[in-house]
């Protein structure tokens, strides 16, 4: 078992910069792939990022790239989003996720086994 916590949400004036963190603990030696996802009232969960926990290889969800960025703490075993020029439209509860699949990084929410509870980013305009 992995239990995941996620921290630094809260109002960002859009343009601005928020740093989300999520740390885990438990079986951490047995995660393959820390994601991040949001999900918007009435929308589906959508993938934002993902990184690998030993390559350090990222993977961006198209409506993120170039603002976003993932990063890792493996000490620490903690997982980074640097949300940077934000939008009103990032608005969301933001999901951290793990998987322990050796396959390649993936942006389904089916391919993560483990979630934190959510943190709320509002951006306003």
């Known amino acids: 078992q992995v239990q995941l916590v996620e921290s630094g949400g809260g109002l960002v004036q859009a343009g601005g910069s928020l740093r989300l963190s999520c740390a885990a603990s438990?079986?951490?030696?047995?995660?393959?792939?820390m994601g991040w996802f949001r999900q918007a009232p009435g929308k589906d969960r959508e993938f934002v990022a993902a990184?690998?926990?030993?390559?350090?290889?990222?993977l961006y969800g198209d409506s993120v790239k170039g603002r976003f960025t993932i990063s890792q703490d493996n000490a620490k075993d903690t997982v980074f989003l640097q949300m940077n020029s934000p939008k009103p439209e990032d608005t969301a509860v933001y999901y951290c996720?793990?998987?322990?699949?050796?396959?390649?990084?993936?942006?389904?929410?089916?391919?993560?086994?483990?979630w934190g509870q959510g943190t709320q980013v509002t951006v306003s305009s």
């Open positions: 996720a793990v998987s322990r699949s050796r396959v390649r990084l993936s942006d389904r929410p089916t391919s993560y086994e483990f």
């Open positions: 438990g079986r951490t030696d047995s995660i393959n792939t």
């Open positions: 990184i690998g926990w030993n390559t350090a290889y990222t």
